[in-house]
């Protein structure tokens, strides 16, 4: 029987840790797990509380930290055949989220698999409009978004293949897709859901936005692969890809009359990432 190393990354989460471990822990499987947490500087009351739990506890400096340095080094100490990130944002919708998430990679027709991602009810509504698109409940396979590292297992002899690339602030999963697509199959489950939401904070789109494009700079300089495509490659066309993304966001604010009254302040915060994405593209090594 396959075993599961549970990797779970975390800094200042005590207002959220203790739900998702308790989701972790009353999961139905017939197979063994283990989960590690790997800390970057915690200071509140996030160690005690992984204390509480079966866990193995990791810690890396904070200046240490990207995603792809915390995912390998928790990956590194993991006994488990099978390999599942987690997002501590990332809330287990039901007893056999773990079950359904590995299914196609036990049966053998999957070598890693991601889930279905929606927002906590009353939420960051941008941010519910956006995994909307991205995670449907059924199909299109692949849907937009083709992996995810908030969300998703694999075998171990993928990452022993290729390591997450540590230098990136964001889309190591993207980028890892990407570069092993061609050799392995990707599943996706929409049945193993997650709720996974953030505050709508002016800062945190800033801060996401600008690492997203400079992520997909250095994704291009480094591996020659463009994130920046399926938008074109003239001004025009990117241009277009911004307008007709405004468009269906305001057709999705309609549709929900209670938020018409914020729509102004969310279509200028969705302004903000798009020229903080540009800033982060444009920024130097």
Sequence with gaps: MASISIIIRCKNEDCRLDKTLEKIFSQKTGCAFEVIAVDSGSTDRTLPIL???????????????????ALNYGIAHAQGDIICNL????????HNWLEKLIL????????????????????NLLEEIHLAKLFPP????????????????FLRQMWETLKFDEELPRLEDRLWYLLLKDRYHFAYCPEAVVTHSHPLSRKAIETISFRDGRAKKMIFEKYGLDLLETAGTTFSSKAGYVLKDFKETLIELRNRKSALPEAAKLLSLKTLGYLSFRKGYRSPG
């Design 87 to 94: 997002s501590v944002h990332c809330l287990p919708a039901d």
């Design 104 to 123: 196609p990679i036990l049966a053998g027709t999957a070598h890693a698999s991601f889930g279905r991602q929606i927002p906590s009810a009353g939420g």
């Design 51 to 69: 204390q509480k739990h079966k866990i193995r506890t990791l810690q890396i400096r904070p200046e240490e930290f990207s995603y792809g340095r």
């Design 138 to 153: 059924a199909g299109p396979i692949p849907p937009p978004l083709p992996f995810s590292n908030a969300h998703c297992a």
